[in-house]
């Protein structure tokens, strides 16, 4: 079963997760001191916040797949959208390992589908916006990710 993702930027990491978790009623399932992830069943969402610079309010939307069958499902989706597409590939990105696809929305909302294989001590590089600069006002530039050291 697919699961929505949501990705707000915020001002203050624990200001924050003190809001969500009592929204939620749930602490969330993974802290950083930059970053926080709530993998809740009811309603069934991986909610997302971090403290990266960038603009407070909706980051990125997204849907994740819980196995390869329902990622190609969605990439199906994707590409009957008529939006331009970045394909992303393996990557790590928000202290996980996965594969992703990003595209844009007509009203410019990023929306990324996904499937997480496995975890990470890092945040994660963005490998997207390159691609996402060479197109300039094609898609995406994904903000989840900013470049660091591996």
């Known amino acids: 079963m697919k699961r929505f993702h949501v990705h707000v930027a915020v001002k203050n990491l624990d200001a924050s997760i003190g809001f969500y ?3 939620f009623a749930a602490e969330p399932s993974v802290r950083k001191p930059d970053y926080a992830k709530w993998m809740l069943e009811d309603p069934r969402v991986n909610f997302a916040i971090s403290e990266r610079g960038a603009t407070p309010g909706i980051e990125h939307l997204g849907i994740q797949a819980d196995d390869r069958v329902e990622l190609q499902e969605v ?3 994707l590409k009957k ?5 970045i394909e992303e590939g393996q990557t790590t990105c928000c202290y996980a390992q996965g594969e992703k696809t990003w595209i844009q929305d007509p009203q ?3 929306w990324e589908t996904f499937l997480t294989t496995g975890k990470s001590t890092v945040y994660g590089t963005d490998r997207a916006t390159p ?3 060479e197109t ?3 898609c995406c530039a994904p ?3 900013t470049p660091e050291a591996a």
Request: glycine share 14%; proline share 4%; with cysteine.
């Open 131 to 133: 691609a996402v600069e």
């Open 21 to 23: 978790s009592q929204l």
């Open 75 to 77: 990439y199906g989706r």
């Open 108 to 110: 410019g909302i990023q």
């Open 143 to 145: 903000t989840c990710c």
């Open 136 to 138: 300039k006002s094609a």
């Open 81 to 85: 959208a008529e939006g331009p597409i």
